[in-house]
């Protein structure tokens, strides 16, 4: 086992009607809310009336960004942290999935620290003060709810850039799986499989321990049992809430202890993929996990038979790939570039973009012989 540092400081409320003490619990934090949501399913499901209804009998003076898009940009940030700025808002409410509590949290930091977004996200300053962010979680995935990590995408920087920082962590995070239940198949799909390479990405990391490999692989077992189930019943509240409290669980630091890092070599392949191509996360995972897998099969094959053997019986670590492609085909995500309709040329300016972005794992590096190797792979 590695050392590690132990730390969630996120008051996490789960279950059905738990937004019902959402107003309570924001005005305690004060009067004047930024409120951030997406580009129109909360307002479609009713979810943001309930929210904003909340906030409005709590008193509160409510300032909204909507319109955040998948993948979301850096441009929206900035227009949001002028929109708190200018109005001295207190604190942050963010209702929607990743791309938007993501965004949110940069915001935050933005407005707390008086820095571009961008400027955090990409370490170019350093910051030393948050604002609270309270989040609605509607869709189940990315972790961003009780992790401290956000990703956005800036276009004309040509990168899309993960990072975390102690003070990123949410205030509190409402998760009723019931704000789910409209979630498309697709983003179903989607979700599931990004909870799944956030537990390969832990377990592929530096550090081994039995225990959290044993919680880890529990995690993921439970999301191949309940996930394709979920895909056939849309509308099953269990179902759902299995899968809600699987992907936090995934990345909320659970599956870290005993590690020094995870590797976060797939994640940086798949947003190369989906800054390109504007692809949704967890397709750009089930793609490139399979390719990583094979390129590390004979630099690291007693840890991908050992995922192998404990979640399909499988022996080899070419067995132990071909059941994780299986799985994530009856997940109904695809795991080849061509699946997404991307040709040889897409693949060509993908080599070039590894190659430019040098993208690379934390603990299994990645060099540009690696980068062709996998292109191919992914093809
Ligand atoms: O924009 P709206 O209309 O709300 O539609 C969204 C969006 O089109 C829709 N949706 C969300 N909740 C819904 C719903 N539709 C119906 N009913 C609901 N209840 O779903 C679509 C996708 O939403 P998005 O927020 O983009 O999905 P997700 O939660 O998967 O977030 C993906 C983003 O998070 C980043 C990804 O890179 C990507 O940018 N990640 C963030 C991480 C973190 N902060 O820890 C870790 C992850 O690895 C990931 O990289
Ligand atoms: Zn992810």
């Not at 929210?51 to 709590?58: E, G, P």
């Not at 990703?151 to 920082?165: D, F, I, P, R, S």
Request: proline share 4%; charged share 20%.
């Amino acid at each position: 086992m590695e050392n590690f540092i132990a730390y969630n400081p996120v008051k996490l409320h789960f279950g059905k009607d738990v937004v019902n003490n959402l107003g309570e619990a924001a005005s305690a934090y004060g009067k004047r809310v930024l409120f951030i949501y997406g580009k129109g399913s909360v307002k479609k499901y009713g979810y943001y009336d309930k929210v904003k209804a909340q906030l409005d009998n709590a008193g509160m003076e409510v300032f909204e960004y909507g319109g955040i898009k998948p993948n979301p940009i850096i441009e929206d940030a900035r227009k949001a942290m002028e929109l708190g700025i200018t109005n001295k808002v207190d604190l942050i409410v963010a209702l929607g999935g990743g791309s938007v509590i993501d965004t949110a949290k940069m915001v935050g930091l933005g407005i707390a620290n008086n820095i571009d977004p961008w400027l955090i996200i990409s370490s170019q300053k350093p910051i030393s003060e948050k604002m609270p962010l309270i989040n609605v979680l509607t869709l189940a995935a990315t972790g961003t709810e009780m992790n401290a990590a956000a990703v956005l995408q800036n276009n004309e920087a040509g990168q899309k850039v993960g990072w975390g920082h102690p003070l990123n962590f949410p205030s509190e995070s409402f998760l009723d799986p019931s704000y789910t239940l409209s979630v498309p198949k697709n983003y179903t799909s989607f979700g599931i499989v990004d909870l799944i390479a956030h537990a390969f990405e832990a377990y592929f990391g530096k550090g081994e321990s039995s225990l959290i490999d044993d919680i880890t692989f529990a995690i993921i077992r439970d999301a191949l049992n309940y996930g394709p189930r979920l895909l056939e019943n849309l509308d099953d509240y269990s179902l759902r809430e299995a899968i809600m409290l699987d992907a936090t669980l995934a990345l909320n630091g659970l599956t870290m202890y005993g590690k020094q890092s995870g590797d976060w070599g797939v994640h940086s392949m798949g947003h190369e993929i989906s800054l390109l191509f504007d692809t949704a996360h967890g397709a750009t995972l089930s793609i490139a996990y399979p390719a990583w897998l094979k390129l590390q099969g004979d630099r690291i094959p007693e840890r991908i038979t050992k995922m192998g053997e404990a979640l399909f019986g499988a022996g080899t670590v070419d067995d132990s790939i071909s059941e994780l492609e299986k799985a994530f085909k009856k997940l109904l995500s695809p795991i080849r570039l061509s699946e997404i309709g991307l040709d040889e040329d897409d693949a060509a300016k993908l080599l070039a973009q590894y190659n430019k972005n040098k993208v690379s794992g934390m603990f299994h590096s990645l060099g540009s012989s690696d980068h062709e190797k996998l292109i191919d792979l992914m093809r």
